[in-house]
């Protein structure tokens, strides 16, 4: 599937960073309108008939959406090779996160419950190229750089010509080969920085991806064996800082190993469940597991000890379901949230061909034009914690897989109850006053607003349907 599904943004500073979905944080619908919730105590029609769960933490059965797990394996037992270009002085940096990653708890914490196993590195999966990349590259010229290495490698087994010198138009040094596991997959992740020096390109459009606000992405060549390796990309795009490409080496590092088979498949891990496809749509199919945590602002910090690098927090389908922190490794303290009833949902039947996907069944409300529609959410938290505000965000625009915009329509929003804590609901009333083009509207429950307009809050997106 090439860069449609392993471009997106990874919002991390002051800066955009890029991973795998869409475009300019994380989809259209975080432009959308936006109310802070003020309509408290309005009218809100008839509740739900949702009772609160027993006594304790999280009061509610929370309703989790989860990533799914396609035909296509995981890396077991990944083996990453740091790639870096003359003149670079962040190399021994990134050779150090690449040599730090895979035994770090952070590693463990974001990919083991998928079935990826400890990483491995060292000074013999350090590659210092001799010669300088041009000034710009497009994304297919760097797969057509890589497809090269990867095939030199397994030609020469990672030695090079006579006396180990690579031959006339291989890769000088030529790479390690990559390591096949059990089952005969490809274990190898070859991990680029690519420099500030370089930029690279839409194919389609021109663009530098650097001023797209797309600074990484995984994917995937073939040995001259029909043996598929994944790669992954770290660009050094200007005005950037060594911590925002150590985040971007992270997150595209786990959906290397989650999800290595991008281009012949099958796919690994990737795409809400039907259920949850709200999730999809609201996002822009930021829908790999590091994609679904990048948008939030705590999903960013510096891990410590042994592994002193500045990381992106990584989706877990068990702590979602759990009622934890859905991103991994879990935030200090306590977590809080929201969650829909499915008892109060509708299975409704989408057109999304607008969006570039086809017809699907999923859970989601019915509204008629002009008619008020009610439904409930719960305030829900692992632990004793202070409450919290909530609003909500009805976009004006939606985003297919390629970024383009697509109409939401229009509605009012009401909610009843705007602060909340464990075991609180509230009343979410619902007016649709403008039809959308495909049928449908996406709109989301909001909290924990961030500090900066870089990210979006945490969000609980739903979908409604046109009666």
């Not at 030695?159 to 890769?171: L, S």
């Not at 992740?189 to 420099?195: A, K, R, V």
């Not at 409300?365 to 632990?383: E, H, L």
């Amino acid at each position: 599937m090439g860069y449609v599904r392993s471009f997106g943004i990874l919002a991390a500073a002051a800066s955009l960073l890029a991973a795998c979905g869409s475009s300019s944080k994380g989809s259209t619908a975080a432009k959308g309108d936006a109310s802070t919730g003020d309509d408290a105590g309005e009218e809100a029609g008839e509740a739900g008939d949702e009772a609160a769960g027993p006594a304790g933490y999280p009061a509610f059965t929370v309703d989790a959406p989860q990533i799914l797990k396609h035909q296509g394996g995981v890396l077991a037992s990944p083996v990453v090779v740091t790639i870096t270009w003359p003149g670079d002085t962040n190399a021994a940096s990134y050779e150090g996160f690449g040599d730090a990653l895979g035994a770090s708890s952070y590693w463990t914490a974001t990919t083991s419950q998928y079935g990826v196993g400890p990483a491995t590195s060292g000074a013999a999966n350090h590659v210092q190229m001799n010669q300088p990349l041009p000034s710009s590259m497009s994304y297919d010229d760097v797969t057509s750089f890589v497809t090269a290495a990867v095939q030199a490698a397994t030609s020469d087994g990672g030695v090079g010509g006579e006396a180990g010198a690579p031959d006339a138009g291989e890769p000088d040094p030529v790479w390690p080969a990559p390591v096949l596991g059990a089952k005969g997959q490809a274990q190898t992740i070859y991990s680029l920085f690519i420099p500030v020096s370089t930029s690279v390109t839409d194919p389609g459009s021109g663009q530098s991806f650097c001023d797209l606000g797309a600074l990484g992405y995984h994917d995937e060549v073939s040995t001259p064996g029909g043996v598929g390796v994944a790669f992954a990309v770290t660009l050094e795009c200007p005005t950037l800082s060594l911590a925002l490409n150590e985040e971007t080496a992270a997150h595209e590092s786990i959906e290397a190993a989650t999800d290595p088979y991008v281009e012949y498949g099958p796919p690994g891990f990737y795409g809400f469940d039907a259920n949850h496809l709200a999730w999809d749509l609201y996002t822009g199919y930021n829908d790999e597991l590091s994609d679904a945590c990048e948008n939030w602002q705590d999903s960013y910090y510096e891990e410590s000890a042994s592994f002193p690098y500045w990381v992106q927090r990584s989706w877990s389908n068990s702590g979602a379901l759990a009622g934890h922190d859905p991103c991994a490794p879990a935030t200090a303290g306590a977590y809080h949230g929201m969650t829909l009833f499915p008892s109060q949902e509708s299975t409704i039947k989408i057109n999304a061909s607008a969006l570039g996907n086809p017809a699907s069944t999923t859970k989601g409300f019915k509204a008629t034009v002009g008619q008020a529609m009610t439904f409930q959410v719960g305030f829900y938290s692992d632990a004793s914690t202070t409450p919290w505000k909530i609003a909500y965000d009805f976009p004006s625009d939606l985003a297919d897989d390629m970024g383009n915009s697509v109409s939401n329509g229009k509605a009012t929003v009401k909610i009843d109850k705007t602060t909340g804590q464990n075991g609180d609901l509230a009343n979410v009333t619902v007016t649709v006053t403008t039809k959308a083009p495909s049928g449908f509207h996406v709109m989301a429950i909001t909290w924990d607003p961030p500090t900066s307009e870089e990210f979006l809050p945490h969000y609980l997106p739903l979908i409604i349907l046109d009666e």
